[in-house]
Structures are given as structure tokens and as C-alpha cells.
T-cell receptor
Framework: KNEVEQSPQNLTAQEGEFITINCSYSVGISALHWLQQHPGGGIVSLFMLSSGKKKHGRLIATINIQEKHSSLHITASHPRDSAVYICAVPSHNTDKLIFGTGTRLQVFP | DTAVSQTPKYLVTQMGNDKSIKCEQNLGHDTMYWYKQDSKKFLKIMFSYNNKELIINETVPNRFSPKSPDKAHLNLHINSLELGDSAVYFC??????????????FGSGTRLTVV
């Protein structure tokens, strides 16, 4: 079992829909990262959070440390949001990242 | 003005060859990493360097040798390439994210194909 699990693995949505991607982890962490991998392959760091909630534009990330769970929400989704979203956590108090398997999101117009 | 730049973007080579991938960051970060993304798109750490010192060395064949001439550069040299080395390799950097709260910045990746 992977130490970082994401769901769903694949997600399709119509433009404008509210999207939620979930991440659960089994290790103790200091922070959790959400990354976005574009269809062209490039990876962008979206959020790093250790508690509560962060917002950037239409993206919102929340984390519940006690439940070892984080969610990434996209409001008013748009086709350009189509990408793979990856959750990652540092391992054992190091900055070595353990990655989830990713969620492939496709938003159709 | 690219923050983390990797070269080359694509690399096609024959089995048995030796090749290098270069990475440079202009962010002033202390830590640099190499990650491998396999055919199933799963990312895994290979190495990390902090201020030219090797910090993380995962179970990677010793045909892979990272070299950090200074804290802005982390190159990856691969000897005797094998078919299974075909993957996308990502370089990344961070400024001690555990303490400062900063995230990671990734390079655009190098797609290595061994034929």
C-alpha cells in the first residue's frame, strides 16, 4: 500500500463544475504539497500547507492533520485546469517527497 | 528567466552509452533534487543535495552519479544506459521547505529514451 493515496485516479468534469481531489497519507508529516503536472509534462508546485486552508485564485487546499487527509478543490473549473494533480508529503522528517499516484483531471467545455 | 532549467529536454540514446543531464537553478535555493517519473507517471526521489553535499541517495543503481559543482547546479550522469532507464527525469530545488515553509520548484523534465 502506498504511503500516499489519492482519489479519484481519473476525473472528468464539465466546465464550471466544482472539483474535489482527495489525498490520504499514513506517515507523520510537517507539511503536504499539491503539485500540478501539465499535459506537456511540466510540474508546478501549487500549495504547501501544514494546517487549515490555503487559497490561490480558484484553487483551495485544505488539510486535516489529525485525520491525515487533504483535499484540493477547484471552483468554476475550466478546460485549462485539465492536468494531473499530485499530492506529496515529506518522509520521516526529511524533505524527501513521497508522491501519490496522481489524479488525472479532464475538464470539457 | 527560467527558475530551474534542465538540459536537454529530450535525449534518445543507445543502450550502453553514457549520458549526462544538467540542471541549474537561479533561485538561490540550498537544496536540489533529482526525481524519476516512470512509465506509469509515478514520481520517485533519486538524490538530493544540500549546499553541494549529498543528503539523500535512494536505492538507485550506482550507474547513476549526481554531481554538484556548486549549490546552483546538480547534474546527473548515467553510465552504461539500459532500456529500463527510459523515463522522465525531473530536477527540483527548494529552500529548506521543512523550516521555511517554501515549496519546491521543478524543472521542465528530461525525457530519456534508451533504444
Amino acid at each position: 500500500k502506498n504511503e500516499v493515496e489519492q482519489s479519484p485516479q481519473n476525473l472528468t468534469a464539465q466546465e464550471g463544475e466544482f472539483i474535489t481531489i482527495n489525498c490520504s497519507y499514513s506517515v507523520g508529516i510537517s507539511a503536504l504539497h499539491w503539485l500540478q503536472q501539465h499535459p506537456g509534462g511540466g510540474i508546478v508546485s501549487l500549495f504547501m500547507l501544514s494546517s487549515g486552508k490555503k487559497k490561490h485564485g480558484r484553487l483551495i487546499a485544505t488539510i486535516n492533520i489529525q485525520e491525515k487527509h487533504s483535499s484540493l478543490h477547484i471552483t468554476a473549473s475550466h478546460p485549462r485546469d485539465s492536468a494531473v494533480y499530485i499530492c506529496a508529503v515529506p518522509s520521516h522528517n526529511t524533505d524527501k517527497l513521497i508522491f501519490g499516484t496522481g489524479t488525472r483531471l479532464q475538464v470539457f467545455p | 528567466d527560467t527558475a530551474v532549467s534542465q538540459t536537454p529536454k529530450y535525449l534518445v540514446t543507445q543502450m550502453g552509452n553514457d549520458k549526462s543531464i544538467k540542471c541549474e537553478q537561479n533561485l538561490g535555493h540550498d537544496t536540489m533534487y533529482w526525481y524519476k517519473q516512470d512509465s506509469k507517471k509515478f514520481l520517485k526521489i533519486m538524490f538530493s543535495y544540500n549546499n553541494k553535499e549529498l543528503i539523500i541517495n535512494e536505492t538507485v543503481p550506482n550507474r547513476f552519479s549526481p554531481k554538484s559543482p556548486d549549490k546552483a547546479h546538480l547534474n546527473l550522469h548515467i553510465n552504461s544506459l539500459e532500456l529500463g532507464d527510459s523515463a522522465v527525469y525531473f530536477c527540483a530545488s527548494s529552500q529548506d521547505p521543512g523550516r521555511t515553509g517554501y515549496g519546491y520548484t521543478f524543472g521542465s523534465g528530461t525525457r530519456l529514451t534508451v533504444v
